[in-house]
């Protein structure tokens, strides 16, 4: 993963939270980072499109 290719701090935030913790739900990180749900999935919606994210089952999880 690289850190120096994401501009948004949220977007670095989730990326990081997600390599200390792994796979969660959006609302999960949403709660954990108190931040509003909106806010993560459209930071979701940035890293997925990105291919830094993927979606599976419900969870996301970062891409191999």
Known sequence: M???SVDSPGAKLVLLYLT???PC???QLADELD???LTI???L???CRDELVERDDGRIR???
């Open 2 to 4: 690289q850190l120096d």
């Open 20 to 22: 200390e913790h792994g």
């Open 25 to 27: 739900t959006p609302r």
């Open 35 to 37: 931040e509003p749900l």
């Open 41 to 43: 999935l459209a930071v």
């Open 45 to 47: 919606n940035t890293l």
């Open 62 to 64: 970062l891409t191999d």
